[in-house]
């Protein structure tokens, strides 16, 4: 049995840290969450495509949320894909260069995904807490803060992704 970290059994220095594990279950927790969000965004416009055309009766709520889950898919998909590594790069150019050019421009690269992300989370958040008091239109239940939730809450969810990776490069 190999003593490791904190003295604990079974537990060595290349088990996952508490900090992984939570990571791990935030992008799956998050994976969920995106595939019920598709499965609402689906359901919302074939019941509206339902009763319009079917049925001969609009339903007046049905485009504002079916726009409102896009919204949130959008922002929450991007966390994703940010985590798998999905958004746009330059690797035709990164892959050419020479292993330790090859990291400065990951690290430069992160660096500045990092600082963009403080615009989206700092803005997000004011209007986030500006539309506090206002309401959807055929919705009026839905407050607008929290449709703009997802801005700050991606973007800092972004940033974390960003500081590990960037943490990850530099120990690298």
Request: no cysteine; aromatic share 14%; glycine share 6%.
């Given at each position: 049995?190999?003593?490791?970290?904190?003295?604990?059994?079974?537990?060595?220095?290349?088990?996952?840290?508490?900090?992984?594990?939570?990571?791990?279950?935030?992008?799956t927790a998050?994976?969920?969450y995106v595939?019920?969000?598709?499965a609402a965004?689906?359901?919302?416009?074939?019941?509206?495509?339902?009763?319009?055309?079917?049925?001969?009766?609009?339903?007046?709520?049905?485009?504002?949320?079916?726009?409102?889950?896009?919204?949130?898919?959008?922002?929450?998909?991007?966390?994703?894909?940010?985590?798998?590594?999905?958004?746009?790069?330059?690797?035709?150019?990164?892959?050419?260069?020479?292993?330790?050019?090859?990291?400065?421009?990951?690290?430069?690269?992160?660096?500045?995904?990092?600082?963009?992300?403080?615009?989206?989370?700092?803005?997000?958040?004011?209007?986030?807490?500006?539309?506090?008091?206002?309401?959807?239109?055929?919705?009026?239940?839905?407050?607008?803060?929290?449709?703009?939730?997802?801005?700050?809450?991606?973007?800092?969810?972004?940033?974390?992704?960003?500081?590990?990776?960037?943490?990850?490069?530099?120990?690298?």
């Amino acid at each position: 049995m190999s003593v490791g970290h904190a003295g604990r059994p079974g537990r060595t220095a290349s088990a996952p840290s508490w900090l992984h594990w939570a990571a791990g279950w935030l992008v799956t927790a998050l994976e969920a969450y995106v595939a019920v969000l598709m499965a609402a965004l689906a359901i919302v416009v074939l019941l509206g495509v339902w009763y319009r055309y079917v049925l001969q009766r609009a339903l007046p709520w049905y485009d504002e949320f079916a726009e409102f889950l896009l919204v949130w898919l959008t922002f929450y998909g991007s966390v994703l894909a940010m985590h798998r590594g999905a958004h746009i790069g330059f690797e035709t150019l990164t892959d050419a260069l020479p292993p330790a050019p090859r990291r400065a421009a990951a690290i430069f690269a992160e660096s500045g995904v990092l600082l963009v992300q403080i615009a989206p989370w700092t803005y997000g958040w004011v209007l986030a807490q500006a539309a506090s008091f206002d309401t959807a239109l055929s919705l009026r239940a839905v407050r607008l803060s929290w449709i703009y939730s997802a801005i700050p809450i991606s973007a800092g969810l972004m940033f974390l992704i960003g500081l590990r990776r960037l943490a990850a490069l530099v120990r690298s």
